[in-house]
C-alpha cells in the first residue's frame, strides 16, 4: 500500500476530492498499513482491529467513519474491488442537537464587536446561513446586488446555490468595501494585495467568534458554525418551510434539515408543564 499514496493522492485529485478530504484520507491509510505491518495484520481481514484501535485513541465517530471511507475507497476505487469485498462494521452514529443562540444572543455577539471588518463576517454568516468556508472563499463578484443575491461558489457537495442577501447588510458591506478595498475576496487576510490576494484565515474567525461569545457571557461552546445553525432555526421558527431552509443551506437531504425541528424553541414554547394541569385541579377543588 505505501507505493499506492501518490496513486491514491493523485486519482482524488482528478475526481475533485477536496485537500481536506484527500489529506484525511491518505492519513489514516498511512496509520492503516503502519497498523497492518507493525501487528503482522492482513488488511483486508483485520481492518476491524484497526477502527478499534481507532476507537481506544478517542478518534470521534465522524473520524471513524472517515478513516472506514478512506479504506474503502483503497478497496474500491484503486485495487477496483466489489463494494462487498471488504466490510466493516460502523460505528452508531451520535444523534447531537446543533447548537443554537437566540435573537437576543446573536444581537449581543454583534454588539460586543467593535472591528468592523470581523463584525461583517459574522453577520454575513448569519444573514445568509454559510459555512466558514463558503464565506473566506466569498468573491467580491459573487455579490449581485441589483438581485440581492450572493452566488455560493463549489460549496459542500461540489455544488453551487444562491442565496439571498438582506439590504441591510448590503448597505453595511458597501461601506466596508470603501474602508478596507478588498482586491478579489470579499473578507482578505493580513498582506493580502492586489498582486497576491489572500483569503481571511478560517482560525481567525473561530478565535473571534470564541472571545465575541465570552464578552456576550454566553458560557456554552460557540464556533462560527452556531450562527449557520442559528440562521436555519430561526427561518423555522418564523415561518420558512423545511424544503426553502435545505435549500438555501445546500442540504442534499430533506433529513439533515429536519433536524432544526428539535431545537426549535415552537413546539417547546407551546407545551404546558404537567405542573400546570395540577395547580389548575387544585383551584378547581
Not at 80 to 106: G, H, Q, T, Y
Not at 199 to 224: C, E, H
Request: charge should be positive; proline fraction near 4%.
Amino acid at each position: 500500500m505505501k507505493n499506492s499514496f501518490t496513486v491514491i493522492e493523485e486519482k482524488m485529485i482528478r475526481r475533485n476530492y477536496s485537500k481536506s478530504t484527500i489529506t484525511s484520507y491518505i492519513a489514516f491509510l498511512k496509520k492503516y498499513a503502519t497498523f497492518c505491518s507493525t501487528n503482522s495484520l492482513d488488511p483486508k481481514k483485520d481492518a476491524d482491529l484497526f477502527i478499534q484501535s481507532l476507537i481506544k485513541q478517542g478518534y470521534s465517530i465522524s473520524s471513524q467513519n472517515q478513516a472506514i471511507n478512506a479504506i474503502k475507497y483503497y478497496w474500491e476505487n484503486i485495487l477496483n474491488k466489489d463494494k462487498a469485498f471488504i466490510e466493516i462494521e460502523r460505528p452508531m452514529k451520535e444523534r447531537k442537537l446543533p447548537e443554537v443562540l437566540s435573537l437576543d444572543e446573536v444581537t449581543a455577539i454583534f454588539n460586543a464587536c467593535r472591528n468592523f471588518k470581523h463584525l461583517m463576517i459574522l453577520k454575513t454568516i448569519y444573514a445568509c446561513g454559510l459555512r466558514i468556508s463558503e464565506v473566506i472563499n466569498l468573491e467580491i463578484k459573487d455579490i449581485n446586488s441589483t438581485r440581492n443575491t450572493i452566488k455560493i461558489r463549489i460549496a459542500k457537495g461540489k455544488k453551487d446555490r444562491i442565496v439571498p442577501i438582506p439590504e441591510e447588510l448590503l448597505i453595511e458591506l458597501r461601506q466596508y468595501f470603501k474602508v478596507y478595498k478588498p482586491h478579489l475576496y470579499l473578507f482578505e487576510g493580513q498582506g493580502s494585495n492586489v498582486n497576491k490576494p489572500k483569503k481571511y484565515s478560517p482560525s481567525s474567525i473561530q478565535m473571534v467568534m470564541k472571545n465575541l461569545s465570552k464578552y456576550a457571557g454566553i458560557r456554552r461552546r460557540i464556533t462560527p458554525h452556531t450562527l449557520r445553525h442559528s440562521y436555519a432555526t430561526h427561518l423555522y421558527e418564523y415561518g420558512i418551510s423545511l424544503r426553502s431552509i435545505q435549500v438555501l443551506l445546500g442540504h442534499e437531504s430533506s433529513k439533515t434539515t429536519e433536524i432544526y425541528t428539535r431545537v426549535s424553541n415552537i413546539h417547546i414554547a407551546n407545551t404546558p408543564s404537567p405542573l400546570n394541569f395540577l395547580n389548575k385541579n387544585k383551584l378547581n377543588k
